[in-house]
């Protein structure tokens, strides 16, 4: 059996979405309306195949270097 990549997000987004990525993922998802620290993420994402960023989540090469297995990073941002 294959193991489902695990994939952060940072911020809420809607139910409908987390319904979506929850059939071929496992979804960590922050479950406040807070912004998470930056020690919080990379806890969170060391291990994690996928990543959902918002602003103003920043990330930077020492970032990349705490997440060695990560693959994807997803911006969901306005502009």
Request: charged share 25%.
């Amino acid at each position: 059996m294959n193991k489902k990549p695990k994939v952060v997000i940072t911020h809420w987004i809607h139910p409908e979405v987390i319904d979506y990525l929850s059939q071929s993922c496992d979804v960590i998802l922050n479950q406040t309306q807070d912004t998470l620290s930056r020690e919080e993420i990379i806890k969170r994402t060391k291990e994690a195949e996928g990543l959902m960023v918002f602003m103003p989540d920043y990330i930077e090469s020492s970032f990349l270097d705490a997440c060695p297995q990560l693959k994807v990073i997803a911006g969901a941002l306005r502009g």
